[in-house]
């Protein structure tokens, strides 16, 4: 088992809602992923990570998605959540396509009334760009759908660096 697991296992349930907190911002998934443990693998961790998300009303994931900066500008602060979304999307502020992806955001919040999300992490400013451009022709229930997608890609890969 990984120590960091072990750890975590072994907290008592508020402080571990309160590191859980840092890969989704919604305090009944903190919870609920929390009241789980304690868990044998990263890999029961994260099915039970992404099941309650799953299991989110639209509210509670526009309160997730108001947890992140937009792709582009830099998560103040140095809490472990601005940590990790300075380092998923590393290089989108400094890149050419940075305005780009500013008037992307502004376009996207305009329509959709919440923070273009997507998963970064090894992704270049240029497919963000396109990705940005390319969801603003979605439709809502779409949309919605693959903020959900997106959600889960980044809760998951939190999950695994809380414990690995």
Not at 19 to 28: G, Q, R, S
Not at 110 to 139: K, Q, W
Request: hydrophobic share 45%.
């Amino acid at each position: 088992m990984f120590p960091a697991l072990t750890r975590f296992n072994d907290l008592v349930r508020e402080q571990a809602e309160t590191e859980l907190l840092a890969c989704c911002a919604v305090p009944d998934w903190a919870t609920r992923v929390a009241l789980g443990r304690p868990y044998p693998s990263v890999g029961s961790l994260t099915a039970v990570g992404l099941s309650a998300l799953a299991d989110l009303s639209w509210d509670q994931v526009a309160l997730a998605l108001a947890a992140h900066p937009r792709i582009g500008q830099r998560a103040d602060g140095d809490s472990r959540e601005a940590a990790w979304s300075r380092r998923e999307q590393a290089d989108a502020g400094a890149s050419p396509e940075a305005d780009a992806l500013r008037a992307a955001n502004v376009a996207y919040e305009e329509r959709f009334g919440h923070v273009f999300l997507i998963f970064a992490s090894g992704r270049t400013p240029a497919e963000m760009l396109a990705a940005a451009r390319a969801r603003l022709a979605n439709d809502e229930a779409t949309e919605r759908q693959v903020v959900r997608e997106e959600l889960a890609k980044i809760v998951r890969l939190r999950l695994e660096r809380l414990v690995e």
